[in-house]
């Protein structure tokens, strides 16, 4: 062998090891290479898996955000849209047979260098958290450069974490747990797990060692319009405190790890709900949401001892009454 066809074989190995760690990092299945992406696949739990360029964006009527934590006017297409729209994208599957299905579903939006965040599809529904996320396409009325043709805008946050360029992949995924009865009823406790450092059960007294928070609400229920005031703890401090609550686990080599993860709400009849973590976080969403243990100063009621509490929210799909379970999952090691 040649000391130049040595050299090559040497180099090349070196380099399929490089792309080896790099997949091993990001663990996403995406691009190593950085550079601007000029498509984009949507897949998963959609009818119509799809692969979408700057020319299919824009046969979308088009829509345009000026607020948020990234400065420009950014133009693209709504995120709910490019998700549900059955003719040129991709066509939410949810089970009729299974209340608010796409309250158990989320997105695992990522870019070429493998950043990736989630976005839970209740956050975007239009009934229920109504956020106005774009996929863009363009910034001030230019493309968008460096940045890919395409990039996720999230106008609400408060930081530009989710704010993922160079887009190469869509995913739709949903809770892989059935929903199915749990026994229903009064749930005197519920269980947190998941990528926590500490599992455990907790009752409503075990919630009150905890800074508690009132949120004055507005929802629709049914053909009912429910206004009152919950008081409980905020699910960000319950998850996060090291001292009372559960104490996320993140990995310090990935940046914003926690923008990875979610959070699946099971009330004792097995209705599900997934929130993104990313949704709660003050650094991001700053969602005010509560683990309501009182209503109007008194009980819950038939509501439980626990309930999930989304202010803002217009019906009240994603309040999941009689609590049972809390889990943190990461969306890298999800199915």
């Known amino acids: 062998m040649t000391n130049h066809t040595h050299r090559f074989r040497t180099t090349l190995l070196a380099r399929i090891a490089s792309i080896g760690i790099l997949l091993a990092l990001y663990g996403c299945g995406g691009s190593d290479d950085p550079s601007p992406s000029t498509q984009f696949t949507l897949s998963g ?6 692969t979408f360029t700057r020319t299919d964006l824009q046969a ?20 709910w849209t490019l998700l549900t729209d059955a003719n040129g994208g991709g066509d939410l599957t949810t089970n009729p047979q299974v209340k608010n299905d796409s309250l158990r579903k989320y ?13 839970a599809v209740g956050e975007i529904h239009p009934n229920f958290g109504n956020q106005p996320d774009l996929v863009a396409y363009d910034v001030n009325g230019q493309p968008l450069d460096n940045d890919g043709f395409a990039q996720l805008v999230v106008p609400r946050d408060q930081s530009g974490g989710r704010y993922v360029a160079n887009l190469v992949r869509l995913e739709v995924r949903g ?34 060692k905890l800074p508690t928070v009132t949120q004055n609400v507005t929802f629709r229920a049914g053909q009912n319009t429910v206004t009152g005031s919950f008081t409980g703890v905020s699910p960000w401090t319950f998850l996060t405190d090291a001292n009372g609550g559960g104490g996320i686990t993140t990995n310090p080599q990935v940046q914003n790890d926690s923008l990875r993860k979610y959070v699946v709400a099971t009330g004792s009849d097995g209705y599900q709900v997934v929130v993104a973590l990313s949704e709660i976080d003050p650094q991001f969403g700053n969602q005010p949401d509560v683990i309501a243990f009182a209503f109007n100063g008194g009980s819950l009621g038939q509501d439980g001892l626990t309930r999930l509490v989304v202010p803002g929210d217009t019906f009240g799909g994603r309040y999941v009454s009689n609590l049972v379970s809390l889990e943190v999952l990461d969306s890298d090691t999800s199915p």
Do not use: C, E, W, Y
Request: no cysteine.
């Open 45 to 50: 739990q959609v009818n119509r898996s799809s």
């Open 175 to 208: 809770s892989t747990a059935p929903q199915v009865s749990l026994g229903g009823g009064i749930a005197p406790q519920f269980t947190l797990s998941g990528d926590i450092k500490h599992s455990g059960t907790f009752t409503p007294a075990d919630l009150q």
């Open 60 to 79: 979308f009527p088009p829509t345009t955000q000026s607020q948020g934590p990234v400065p420009g006017s950014f133009t693209g297409v709504s995120l």
């Open 107 to 119: 997105v695992v939006v990522m870019g070429s260098d493998g950043t990736q965040a989630v976005v």
